[in-house]
C-alpha cells in the first residue's frame, strides 16, 4: 500500500506561483511513475504532469508546459509540482497518484494510489 499526501494548496492571485508537494510512504516506488491531476468543479479530474520515481522521464499536459515542473526529491520521498505564471482557469483540486510502471503517465485509470487533493484557487 502506498500513502500520498499533498499540501501547498492555497490562493493566489493570477500571474503568481505555488509550489505542490507529494509526500509518499508505505512502500519501494522505484518502478513507479508519480502523477499530478486535477478536478476543476463540475469538470472531470484531468492530467495535468507526471514523472517517474527515478527521476527520469517526465510529461506534461499541453495546458500546463512552460508554466509547470514536476519533479522529486531523492531524500524526502517527496514529488513536487512547481506552476508559475498561474491563469485562474488552473483553479482546482490537485492530487497525487502513483502506478506501476513507466507507460501512459498521462491515464489516469492505470493509477492506484492518491492522494486526499489540495485546493489551488488563481483570482484574475
Known amino acids: 500500500q502506498v500513502q500520498l499526501v499533498e499540501s501547498g494548496g492555497g490562493s493566489v492571485q493570477a500571474g503568481g506561483s505555488l509550489r505542490l508537494s507529494c509526500v509518499a510512504s508505505?512502500?519501494?516506488?522505484?518502478?513507479?511513475?508519480m502523477g499530478w491531476f486535477r478536478q476543476a468543479p463540475g469538470k472531470e479530474r484531468i492530467f495535468v504532469a507526471a514523472?517517474?520515481?527515478?527521476?527520469?522521464?517526465?510529461a506534461y499536459a499541453d495546458s500546463v508546459k512552460g508554466r509547470f515542473t514536476v519533479s522529486r526529491s531523492d531524500s524526502k520521498d517527496t514529488v513536487y509540482l512547481q506552476m508559475n505564471m498561474l491563469k485562474p482557469e488552473d483553479t482546482a483540486v490537485y492530487y497525487c497518484?502513483?502506478?506501476?510502471?513507466?507507460?501512459?503517465?498521462?491515464?489516469?485509470?492505470?493509477?492506484?494510489?492518491w492522494g486526499q487533493g489540495t485546493q489551488v484557487t488563481v483570482s484574475s
Open positions: 497518484a502513483a502506478k506501476s510502471g513507466y507507460l501512459n503517465m498521462d491515464t489516469g485509470s492505470l493509477y492506484e494510489f
Open positions: 514523472v517517474t520515481w527515478s527521476g527520469g522521464p517526465t
Open positions: 508505505g512502500r519501494t516506488l522505484s518502478n513507479y511513475a
